[in-house]
């Protein structure tokens, strides 16, 4: 039976979702683009061939003709419309983060444990990455002994349009949240916060310098830096007792130009974390099929992890201190 398959938002993500939906997910089809604007909709509509085009989220999420729904809208609609897909009993793959605010996501795990099973398979799509994924590989092997640190970096071009100082730690760093607590298989147990001298916090995409502390007792710092003005770059390093972990990012080719060697950089993450995406979404139609969730997938504690601690970055960094952080209890629906 082919999956028929909503994709709410048509900007940047919903563009890349509705191709990948229409050209690389055998199984799939894509029957509706919706997007307030009528003519982003209409055009992401036409290039992938999507059935029809609706103005409102509710009403594509409700619709007859859907099996299962693809949010990638603004961040704040994210919590509401999986909320109202799990009312309408839809699978939902939803963009990261599931919501800036613990008690949103709090309410959709509410909801999940009220209707007795997981519809939300969250886009913490670096779970998908084949580097992310030798990484924790080499540590499940134990070569690399005991791991004690985790570096990672996060560089943009430059933030986009709408960016606020706030959304690296609530949109950018939930990536490294949740990746170094999935290849680490751990929790957070405290958040420091700093700035270099003279940046405006306020400013979009002002840089962030974060160190987790987990449960585990490792490390993890992690640079942002939204406007780094020479390309998309995701570095990270798993260092162990006995070894470490590099991640090479895939690169096709390199250049032989004016006596020197290069490689070039993606203007953002869509072509760095391609593979990612498409293996992502091709479990989430695997999980529309069978009921059963993606191993590998991050789900809605997962997304309530990532955005408890980045609620607590945002705290620590306006208060100039480190902040300890506790988690709820874990529902039993979303035991390993
Ligand atoms: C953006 O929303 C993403 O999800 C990208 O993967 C990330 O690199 C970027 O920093 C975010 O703003």
Redesign the pocket.
């Known amino acids: 039976m082919t999956i028929r398959i909503a994709v709410i938002g048509a900007g940047i993500m919903g563009a890349d979702h509705a191709r990948i939906v229409s050209g690389d997910l055998p199984g799939a089809t894509l029957q509706v683009v919706c997007d307030a604007s009528a003519e982003r909709a209409r055009k992401v509509a036409d290039e992938c061939g999507a059935a029809h085009v609706v103005a409102d989220p509710f009403e594509a999420i409700a619709s007859d003709d859907v099996d299962a729904v693809l949010i990638a809208s603004p961040d704040e609609t994210h919590a509401p419309l999986s909320l109202a897909a799990i009312r309408a009993g839809k699978p939902v793959l939803c963009e ?1 983060p599931l919501s800036a605010k613990t008690r949103e996501c709090l309410e959709v795990i509410q909801a999940e444990v009220a209707a007795g099973r997981q519809f939300v398979q969250l886009g913490f799509m670096r779970r998908f990455d084949p580097s992310y994924t030798a990484m924790k590989a080499a540590l499940k092997e134990g070569a690399l002994g005991r791991p004690i640190m985790m570096h990672n970096f ?1 560089r ?1 071009v430059e933030a986009p349009a709408g960016f606020t100082g706030q ?1 690296a730690i609530t ?2 760093a939930p ?1 490294e949240f949740d990746v170094a607590r999935f290849v680490l298989d751990t929790d957070y147990s405290a958040i420091s916060v700093f700035q270099p001298a003279g940046v405006d916090a306020a400013k979009a995409g002002a840089p962030v310098f974060l160190v987790l502390e987990t449960t585990g007792g490792q490390l993890v710092n992690i640079e942002i830096n ?1 406007n780094a003005a020479y390309g ?1 770059d ?1 570095r990270g390093e798993l260092v162990g007792e006995k070894g470490s972990v590099v991640l090479n990012a895939p690169v096709h080719a390199r250049y032989n130009l004016a006596l020197a060697a290069s490689e070039r950089y993606a203007t953002d ?1 869509r072509p760095r ?1 391609a593979e990612a995406y498409r293996l992502q979404n091709k479990a989430f139609l695997q999980f529309v099929r069978t009921g059963a969730f993606p191993a590998v997938a991050a789900n809605t504690w997962d997304g309530y992890c990532a955005t408890m601690i980045a609620e607590a970055g945002v705290q620590a960094l306006e208060a100039g201190t480190r902040l300890a952080v506790t988690l709820e209890e874990k529902p039993a629906l979303y035991a390993a």
Do not use: G
Request: proline residues 0%.
């Open positions: 990261k996060h943009n959304m949109n950018s990536h939204n998309y995701v993450w974390f």
